[in-house]
């Protein structure tokens, strides 16, 4: 099945009723219970409420039509560590040293202690705060999630790991309770859901925060119930030089769209038994860390994972609060990952320590207040993006087609989803205010070291 012209913009429209709650619902007698769960690796139309042809995502669809599935979120960032960094900061990830690792690897680098993080004001506010899946924001033995403001974590430290043996691009173990090295060998999306079911389902005192961050769908391609293709990863990982063993979990020599499909239909069942956990006063966005990879659904955007064109940073989002929302909406209004950590600070009562790159949505979703105006800013080594309104500028000096390489470039996204057509020539002016704008940016974040861009 393919999407037609019509339902196309039907996705990319916005619903013409606002965002606001019945005026007979009153405001909830305590604050909301807050769970925030990522995908890893997932693309724009990777689920079947997103218009994937061959995926099917029940749950996740059942999500959307409960609550408000956002055509235009977007991913703090194409890489992993720094969109982490950007929800867990509600900033920019190149305002601090750990958020120019594109991403983090190897030791070292990491989210300072010190730095606030939306656990650690929420805390500070009575919230019990939880983080079960993967990190990514630093190693052992200076950096993890139970010293930057959760009370508790179980899960992995690093970027990829083998779902069976559990073992990393080192070829090290990287499954932890708290920062203890914990041994199940089962599949990991499943050991992951039941530690997310199983937290919900407390008899909890105080509010909670609940991270819960799936690898799913992130190499290498392993479904549950592969054990053979997953022993021979863990072997490879065990043997091969060092320099090899990045390339093995890559798993560049296997995989396919069957494979990837079993992976994503998985996170969507595993994502509804944590939904049909959580009552109705909880708060639950989805999203994904950046845009997809090889086998990813990303049509019509061009781009994929590492790159700031839509397919790599444009992402699923969907915001579920049935105590609160109004279900089946389906808003155009751009957002992105530091506006969630923004939002759920207004809504717990909690303020920011620092000040905020992203914007709370808390009044738009909930009183049907106009969206906030302000542009969205990306940036890598090599790469720069701007969007305001229905334009985005974007210059990558590294970019494939010779074309785009260098040179600055000026997008319509509502008529040119694809960014083919480069309207610079066309609108000078704007060009060279939005550069301008991106330039006042990036002039108050950290530089990138002398010799990478």
Not at 4 to 29: D, E, K, M, N, Y
Not at 43 to 64: N, V
Not at 214 to 236: C, K, M, N, S, Y
Not at 438 to 448: F, I, M, N, S, T
């Amino acid at each position: 099945m393919s999407l037609t012209r019509r339902a196309f913009g039907g996705l990319l429209g916005t619903v013409a009723a606002g965002l606001s709650v019945p005026a007979a619902q009153a405001a909830p007698a305590r604050r909301p219970n807050v769970l925030i769960v990522l995908a890893d690796d997932l693309g724009w139309a990777d689920l079947s409420c997103y218009g994937s042809p061959h995926i099917k995502t029940p749950h996740l669809d059942r999500m959307a039509a409960r609550g408000i599935r956002f055509t235009d979120g977007y991913s703090g960032s194409s890489t992993c560590s720094p969109t982490r960094l950007s929800l867990y900061t509600g900033r920019y990830p190149g305002r601090i040293p750990a958020g120019l690792e594109e991403p983090i690897e190897g030791p070292g680098a990491g989210l300072d202690p010190a730095h606030p993080t939306l656990a650690s004001m929420l805390r500070s506010t009575g919230y019990t705060t939880a983080m079960i899946g993967k990190w990514h924001c630093g190693s052992l033995p200076s950096h993890s999630p139970t010293r930057s403001g959760w009370d508790e974590f179980f899960g992995n430290f690093g970027g990829s790991l083998e779902y069976y043996s559990k073992l990393d691009t080192e070829g090290r173990h990287d499954l932890y309770e708290g920062e203890t090295p914990y041994e199940d060998l089962r599949y990991y999306t499943r050991i992951l859901t039941e530690r997310a079911v199983e937290f919900v389902q407390r008899e909890h005192q105080k509010p909670w925060l609940l991270n819960l961050n799936f690898t799913t769908p992130h190499w290498p391609w392993i479904a549950e119930g592969d054990v053979q293709e997953a022993r021979r990863i863990e072997g490879l990982l065990r043997t091969v030089p060092p320099e090899q063993k990045t390339l093995a979990m890559a798993h560049l020599d296997g995989g396919s769209v069957a494979k990837y499909t079993q992976m994503v239909e998985d996170l969507d069942r595993s994502v509804g038994e944590v939904l049909d956990a959580v009552g109705p006063d909880t708060l639950v966005i989805f999203s994904s860390d950046n845009g997809g990879e090889r086998f990813s659904y990303t049509w019509p955007f061009a781009g994929i994972k590492g790159v700031l064109q839509e397919g790599g940073i444009r992402v699923p989002t969907i915001v579920h609060w049935p105590e609160r929302l109004r279900g089946g909406q389906v808003s155009s209004t751009p957002v992105f990952t530091p506006d969630w950590t923004a939002t759920v600070l207004e809504l717990a009562g909690a303020q920011p320590m620092l000040p905020l790159d992203g914007v709370s949505l808390a009044g738009h979703l909930l009183h049907g207040e106009a969206a906030p105006a302000r542009d969205l800013f990306w940036r890598t080594e090599t790469q720069r993006a701007l969007r305001r309104g229905k334009w985005k500028y974007y210059r990558a000096e590294d970019a494939d087609l010779p074309f785009y390489r260098g040179r600055d470039l000026l997008f319509d996204l509502e008529a040119d989803p694809r960014e083919q057509a480069n309207r610079a020539l066309h609108e000078p002016a704007l060009a060279a205010a939005l550069r301008t704008a991106w330039e006042a940016v990036d002039a108050g974040l950290l530089p990138y070291p002398e010799g990478t861009r």
